[in-house]
C-alpha cells in the first residue's frame, strides 16, 4: 500500500488543523499506521497510530490529549486531527504502515508550521 500525506500548512500557535494519509494501491485492512514528524534538528518521531480495525490508537507523550487519530476505511484515509498547537509541533508530518518494529517506504510528508 502507498500512502500519501497531505493537509500541512501555517497555523497560529493554539491553532488546529487536519492531516489527511490517502492510501493506493491497497487499503488498510490488517495494517497499523502510524504518524511521525521529523524536524532537522531532530530524528524521526513517532507521533500516533491506529488499527485498520479502529478501537486501538496509540500516542506521543508530547501529543496526548492534544492529537487524535482515527481511520476511515470506507474513504481508505486516516486522519490526524491536531488542535492547541505548539511551535514545536513545527515539522514535517508523515504518515506511514508500522508492522512490528518496522516501518514501510517513506512517502512524501506534509510541512506544519506553527507560528507563536
Known sequence: VQLQASGGGLVQAGGSLRLSCAASGDTFRGYTIGWFRQTPKKEREFV???KWSA???YYADSVK???TI???NARNVVYLQMNSLKPEDTAIYYCNTITGMSVGSWGQGTLVTVSS
Open 65 to 67: 490529549g492534544r492529537f
Open 48 to 50: 500516533a497510530g491506529t
Open 55 to 57: 478501537g486501538t490508537t
Open 70 to 72: 482515527s481511520i476511515d
